[in-house]
C-alpha cells in the first residue's frame, strides 16, 4: 500500500506502484510514501516537482531515479544501496541507514540532517556548513573531515576512530562510545551529554558547567575531573578510579540507608558493593562496580 499527499491535508492510498503514472496532479504532490513493500525500483519522479519528502525505506532498492529538485526528506533506510547519486540540492535531511553504502556523494550544501549509520563507511566526505545533526554510528570509520560550528548533535559510537577532531562550540550531544579514543579534545562549552563508554581513556579534560550526562565507563579512568554543579546522572563503571571528585556530596543510598557525606570512595564501596547513587544537591550520580587499586 502506498499514499501520497496533497497540500499537507489529502491523502490517497494506492496498491501499485506503477499507479503514479496515473496521478493527474502530479504537480501538487508534496509527500510521497512507498515504504515497506519489495520494491526493486521506483519510477521517474521527475514531474513531481513540487515534492518535498520521499520515503523509500524497508525496500529492496539498489539505486535512486533523478530526484525532484526539491525535495528536502529523503528516507531509504533497510535497503542495498552501496552508493547515493544526484542527491537533491535543496535536501536538508537524509536518512540512509542499514544499506550496504562504502561511500558518500558530494552532500547538498543545505543538508541539516544525515543519518548513515549501520553501513560499511570507512571516510565521510566534506561536511556542508549548516549540518546540525550527524550519526555515522556501527561504520569503519577511522578519522573524521573537521567539522563546522553549526553542529549540535555527534553520534560516532561503533567505530574505529583513534582521536576526535575539534569540537564545534556548539555542540550539545557526543556520543562516541567503543572506539579506540585514548584521550578526548576539549569538550564545547554548550556540551549536556558526554557518552565515550568502551574506549581507553585515563582521563577527562575538563568538564563543562552545563554538562547533564556523563557515562565514561569502561575504560582506564583513575581520578575524575571535578563534576558540573548541573550534572545529574555519572555512570563510571568499570574504570580504575580510586577516589571521588572532592565536590561531591553524598545524601543517599540506593538501599535508602542514610549515610552523610561520605567521600571515601573505598569506604562505600565497602558498604555497598554495587550500584551507589548519589544526590548532588538536587541531582542523581551512579557509580557501578569500580576497580580500586
Request: charged residues 15%; positive net charge; hydrophobic residues 30%.
Amino acid at each position: 500500500m502506498y499514499y501520497y499527499l496533497i497540500n499537507d491535508e489529502n491523502k490517497y492510498y494506492f496498491n501499485d506502484i506503477n499507479c503514479l503514472n496515473d496521478i493527474k496532479n502530479k504537480y501538487n504532490v508534496i509527500l510521497l510514501s512507498i515504504d515497506n513493500n519489495q520494491l526493486t525500483k521506483i519510477p521517474n519522479l521527475l514531474q513531481f516537482y513540487n515534492l518535498e519528502e520521499l520515503y523509500c525505506y524497508n525496500n529492496q532498492l539498489t539505486q535512486l531515479p533523478e530526484l525532484p529538485i526539491n525535495l528536502k526528506t529523503l528516507n531509504c533506510n533497510y535497503n542495498y544501496f552501496t552508493q547515493l547519486n544526484n542527491l537533491p540540492i535543496n535536501l536538508k535531511h537524509l536518512y540512509c541507514s542499514k544499506n550496504n553504502l562504502i561511500q558518500l556523494p558530494q552532500l547538498p550544501t543545505n543538508l541539516r540532517k544525515l543519518n548513515c549509520n549501520n553501513n560499511h563507511l570507512t571516510q565521510l566526505p566534506q561536511l556542508p556548513i549548516n549540518l546540525e545533526i550527524l550519526d555515522f554510528n556501527n561504520n569503519k570509520i577511522t578519522q573524521l573531515p573537521q567539522f563546522t560550528n553549526n553542529l549540535l548533535e555527534l553520534y560516532c559510537s561503533y567505530n574505529k576512530l583513534t582521536q576526535l577532531p575539534e569540537l564545534p562550540i556548539n555542540l550539545t550531544h557526543l556520543y562516541c562510545i567503543n572506539n579506540k579514543l585514548t584521550q578526548l579534545p576539549e569538550l564545547p562549552i554548550n556540551l549536556k551529554y558526554l557518552y565515550c563508554e568502551y574506549n581507553k581513556l585515563t582521563q577527562l579534560p575538563e568538564l563543562p558547567i552545563n554538562l547533564i550526562y556523563l557515562y565514561c565507563g569502561n575504560n582506564k579512568i583513575t581520578q575524575l575531573p571535578e563534576l558540573p554543579i548541573n550534572l545529574k546522572y555519572l555512570y563510571c563503571r568499570n574504570n580504575k578510579l580510586i577516589h571521588l571528585p572532592k565536590n561531591i556530596k553524598c545524601k543517599k543510598l540506593h538501599n535508602y540507608k542514610k549515610f552523610n557525606k561520605y567521600n571515601n570512595f573505598q569506604q562505600l564501596n565497602y558498604l555497598l558493593n554495587k550500584t551507589i547513587i548519589y544526590y548532588y544537591y538536587y541531582n542523581i550520580i551512579k557509580y557501578y562496580d569500580n576497580i580500586f587499586l
